[in-house]
């Protein structure tokens, strides 16, 4: 079984940065890859990132390539996500997800959940 609990929303003007956090109360992290997800008023869960068991390959929507990074610390049983250059589409909540498919970008490829982040970009 994996816990993970999500941390680091908040309100941001647009043009801003926040950093998520992701935190695993297993004991192989590394065994899994993990995502970041979102879901915005009213509308779908839709991928955001995926990072590899290692770090060493990831994955990002088209939407936030280029604004978000995504990054993993093994030692920590952390994962995050940098996020810079934030727009008010960016708002929604959060979620971060673990699984033993290597960077799944859709939820079914996706085992274990974190209970989410509200994440809000003023314009």
């Known amino acids: 079984q994996v816990q993970l609990v999500e941390s680091g929303g908040g309100l941001v003007q647009a043009g801003g940065s926040l950093r998520l956090s992701c935190a695993a109360s297993?004991?192989?992290?590394?065994?899994?890859?993990m995502g970041w997800f979102r879901q915005g008023p009213g509308k779908e869960r839709e991928f955001v990132a995926a990072i590899n068991w290692s770090g060493s390959r990831t994955n990002y929507a088209d939407s936030v390539k280029g604004r978000f990074t995504a990054s993993r610390d093994n030692a920590k049983n952390t994962m995050y996500l940098q996020m810079n250059s934030l727009k008010p589409e960016d708002t929604a909540v959060y979620y971060c997800?673990?699984?033993?498919?290597?960077?799944?970008?859709?939820?079914?490829?996706?085992?274990?959940w974190g209970q989410g982040t509200q994440v809000t970009v003023s314009s």
């Open positions: 297993v004991r192989t992290f590394s065994a899994y890859s």
């Open positions: 997800a673990a699984s033993f498919l290597a960077l799944g970008g859709t939820v079914d490829d996706y085992d274990y």
